[in-house]
């Protein structure tokens, strides 16, 4: 990138940062006005759901190939392609044991709130569960393995699968990497190609208060006050969970072993918590988590692994949804389960639910399948949470999207692959995210050796 001299980066991006503020700006306030609508025209606000469909679905015709660009590039910088499968181990192993400590917390706190007890369940709310379990995938461990794998080698882009994606991407970057000097072309053209797909993504930010307000609109017009009201105890439970589980486990780990204070990493995304909020949607935020986190100082490698991985893998808000909601809905039909019940349906659940995509309604879908496939007794329990899970969802987005934030520096700085002094100005506001390009294009002094363009020599 070519820079005028005497002008920092940050000095020359203030105009677009001021106006991306005003962008926000706006979100927050269509995302009142939804909600305003919500309530008093619910009817009319319900018919404006398509609005917010439209925005996510603009954001994730991006996903692809972002992924795609930034695991290329990542790989294709390195020599070694054992880092990259040191990565990627140390990603799962991490995903597996925060998934067993969101299970864990979900479990310990809905024992103690008992939320189900005293509700009724109406012949309405059974048809409504057995709906949802109906429309559930049944798929074995088998059907999803081969699901990873594309039909054709652009097939992947085309159906917006992140695992295939993702396999895609690192087949064509080993196969870069071992092309040596001759494939530095290839990397050249796939970094233009990344620019130019994240200046759309910028383009695409500008209809975000619309998006917001459609979605906003239409959640709280099809839940209304009264579904709010009944089911206050699980939702508000649920709210005060993840809290626990972001806060005092992920900032506790994140301090630990990362040196870097967890209201420090939220504030910096705070404009993707933002957006996640107002879509209920974890993926409407994910090519910007990328950016994000190759701009605060992880390598390119590592955010391209980890981040497209976690979000089938490391889902810790819905962890912590499927066990509320089981002990929930056992408890509301008269059926609790015991302690060695509850294990047993949690980890099938755990199971089910690895490369359930990050968007509104995977959650349910995933307990209404599960439940139908390990107890199908209590599928009609379902329909109980119908009215509240879209704001659940909410919940369950932003501690997806915290939890894959913290495990992105995490893995980074297991691999020595996280620059902590950038990090701290880029927290401090010394070195400021462009909103424009969404690129990051500091000198590889600022940031670890594999983050540059030109190979360097594994440690």
């Not at 692809?64 to 070694?80: M, N």
């Not at 930010?205 to 709280?220: D, H, N």
């Amino acid at each position: 990138m070519v820079s005028v001299p005497g002008q920092s980066r940050s000095e020359s991006s203030t105009g677009r940062r001021d106006r991306t503020h005003y962008l926000y700006l706006a979100v927050i306030a269509a995302a009142i006005a939804g909600a305003v609508l919500g309530l008093a025209a619910p009817d009319v606000a319900v018919e404006l759901k398509p609005i917010g469909t439209g925005f996510v679905n603009l954001i994730k015709m991006l996903i692809a190939p972002i992924i795609f660009c930034t695991l290329v590039l990542g790989i294709g910088s390195v020599r070694k392609a054992a880092k990259v499968g040191k990565v990627g181990g140390l990603a799962l192993g991490y995903f597996l044991v925060m998934s067993f400590v969101a299970l864990g917390i979900g479990l310990v706190v809905g024992n103690i709130l008992h939320p189900g007890a005293g509700l009724d369940l109406t012949n309405a709310l059974k048809e409504a569960g057995q709906a949802q379990a109906t429309a559930a995938p049944a798929e074995s461990g088998w059907d999803f393995a081969l699901s990873i794998i594309p039909a054709t080698l652009v097939s992947a882009f085309t159906e917006g699968q992140t695992l295939q994606v993702l396999l895609i991407a690192l087949l064509v970057g080993f196969a870069v990497q071992a092309m040596g000097s001759t494939g530095e072309p290839i990397l050249r053209g796939v970094e233009h190609i990344q620019r130019l797909v994240f200046r759309v993504l910028g383009m695409v930010m500008w209809a975000a208060p619309v998006g917001a307000f459609g979605a906003i609109s239409a959640v709280v017009g099809s839940a209304g006050v009264d579904a709010l009201k009944a089911l206050a105890t699980i939702m508000i439970g649920f709210y005060i969970t993840c809290l626990i589980f972001v806060v005092i486990i992920l900032g506790t780990i994140l301090r630990l072993f990362a040196g870097v204070n967890l209201f420090q990493l939220l504030k910096y995304l705070g404009r993707e918590f933002l957006l996640i909020v107002s879509t209920s949607s974890s993926e409407s935020a994910l090519p910007r988590l990328i950016a994000k986190m190759e701009h605060l100082g992880v390598s390119r490698p590592v955010v391209g692994i980890t981040v497209p991985t976690g979000y089938s893998f490391n889902l810790d808000g819905t962890m912590i949804y499927l066990t509320m909601s089981s002990l929930f809905i056992a408890e509301a039909m008269g059926d609790p389960l015991n302690y060695g019940q509850q294990i047993s349906l949690l980890l099938f659940m755990m199971i089910a639910s690895k490369g359930a995509a990050g968007v509104t309604g995977a959650g349910m879908a995933t307990l209404a399948g599960a439940l139908q496939s390990h107890r199908p007794a209590l599928v009609d329990g379902v329909g109980l949470i119908v009215g509240i899970d879209r704001f659940m969802s909410e919940a369950r987005a932003v501690t997806n999207f915290a939890g894959n934030a913290v495990a992105t520096v995490l893995v980074g700085t297991w691999t020595k692959e996280f620059d902590r002094e950038r990090a701290k100005k880029v927290f401090a506001g010394e070195l400021p995210f462009d909103e424009a390009t969404q690129i990051d294009d500091h000198a590889p002094a600022d940031a670890p050796a594999e983050a540059s363009k030109e190979p360097v020599a594994a440690v």
